[in-house]
């Protein structure tokens, strides 16, 4: 064999879709093809179980500005995500903080963990009835009840990576003469971002389920949770199976695009196995 035959190129491939995306629609093709058939056919109530061609024709006459109101489906996702959003927020602030007292300090862990002990196994929605006499049917209540969901996640997750720093750590930044805010800085906020993020991730795919039954509870207008409510109060099995298609689609998209992405980016790229 000689050295050109040895190195000839490979021929490319052709451009083949991945598997990782091929079965789920393979599958999701079938199941909706079933329905579809089952319900024109007339083997399910078409009333009860809608053909998905009539529910993605009413999702998209909601969403444009024939709805009832005017673009009635995008308003419902926009103030879904400025609720899922806003209690993420507070809850990436406030709980990373509340996370490096524990992991850090003897006050935060004798102050902190016993009530958050005491919280985490009450099922969120629980605060509810709460959350509605303290601020009414209010985007406060809604987006209380997405702080409470994504707290303990992101709590749970900085006071991990902390114990995860052994103690030759900060003594490598004591000994280079670090303040104690700059070890803050440069050693345990860069030590901690993994499970930070890990957190994040799981926080926000709790927050999400959180918040879509808070806002059949709590919504005043718009949003979801409320669009399925309001659904069902007229009998419209359409609408209630566009919110709930709608929901799949836009947690998927915030799982798996959005975090998924910023997991890659981070978690991945740095080669980090953050173990729970």
Same mark, same amino acid.
């Given at each position: 064999?000689?050295?050109e035959?040895?190195?000839a190129?490979?021929r /490319?491939?052709p451009?083949?879709?991945?598997? +990782? =995306?091929?079965?789920?629609?393979?599958?999701?093709g079938l199941l @909706? &093809?079933?329905? #579809?058939?089952? !319900?024109?056919?007339g083997?399910i109530? /078409?009333?009860? @179980?809608p053909?998905?061609t009539?529910?993605? /024709?009413?999702?998209?006459?909601?969403?444009?500005?024939n709805?009832?109101?005017? @673009?009635?489906?995008? =308003?419902?996702?926009?103030l879904?995500?400025?609720?899922?959003l806003a209690g993420?927020g507070?809850?990436?602030?406030?709980g990373?903080?509340i996370g =490096?007292?524990?992991?850090?300090?003897?006050?935060g862990?004798?102050?902190f963990?016993?009530?958050?002990?005491?919280?985490m196994?009450?099922?969120?929605?629980?605060?509810?009835p709460i959350?509605?006499?303290?601020? &009414?049917?209010? $985007?406060?209540t809604?987006?209380?009840?997405? @702080?409470?969901? +994504?707290?303990? #996640?992101?709590?749970? $997750?900085?006071?991990?990576g902390?114990?995860?720093?052994?103690?030759k750590?900060?003594?490598v930044a004591?000994?280079?003469?670090a303040?104690?805010?700059?070890?803050l800085r440069?050693?345990? %906020?860069?030590g901690i971002l993994?499970?930070?993020?890990?957190?994040l991730?799981?926080?926000?795919?709790? !927050?999400?389920?959180?918040?879509?039954a /808070?806002?059949?509870l709590a !919504?005043?207008s718009?949003?979801?949770?409320f669009?399925? *409510?309001?659904?069902? #109060?007229y009998?419209?099995?359409k609408?209630? *199976? &566009?919110?709930?298609l709608?929901i799949?689609v836009?947690?998927? =998209?915030? #799982?798996? &695009?959005?975090?998924?992405?910023l997991?890659?980016?981070?978690?991945e790229?740095w080669?980090?196995? %953050?173990?729970?």
């Amino acid at each position: 064999m000689t050295m050109e035959t040895a190195a000839a190129p490979r021929r /490319a491939r052709p451009f083949a879709l991945p598997m +990782a =995306l091929v079965r789920p629609v393979v599958s999701l093709g079938l199941l @909706f &093809g079933l329905w #579809e058939i089952a !319900a024109r056919t007339g083997t399910i109530s /078409a009333f009860l @179980f809608p053909p998905p061609t009539a529910i993605l /024709a009413s999702l998209w006459v909601s969403a444009g500005p024939n709805g009832d109101p005017p @673009f009635g489906t995008l =308003l419902d996702i926009a103030l879904s995500l400025y609720r899922l959003l806003a209690g993420v927020g507070l809850a990436l602030v406030l709980g990373s903080l509340i996370g =490096l007292a524990i992991g850090l300090t003897r006050w935060g862990r004798a102050i902190f963990k016993p009530i958050i002990s005491a919280i985490m196994p009450i099922p969120t929605l629980a605060w509810t009835p709460i959350l509605l006499l303290v601020f &009414g049917i209010d $985007n406060r209540t809604t987006i209380t009840v997405v @702080f409470i969901a +994504a707290s303990f #996640e992101i709590i749970y $997750n900085v006071v991990t990576g902390i114990e995860m720093m052994t103690r030759k750590t900060y003594w490598v930044a004591a000994s280079m003469g670090a303040s104690r805010i700059q070890t803050l800085r440069y050693v345990i %906020v860069p030590g901690i971002l993994p499970y930070l993020i890990t957190g994040l991730k799981l926080g926000v795919g709790y !927050a999400w389920r959180a918040l879509i039954a /808070a806002e059949m509870l709590a !919504a005043s207008s718009h949003g979801l949770g409320f669009m399925i *409510y309001d659904a069902q #109060e007229y009998m419209d099995m359409k609408s209630i *199976y &566009g919110g709930i298609l709608t929901i799949s689609v836009l947690g998927l =998209l915030i #799982e798996r &695009g959005v975090v998924g992405a910023l997991e890659k980016r981070t978690i991945e790229k740095w080669g980090v196995n %953050v173990e729970r």
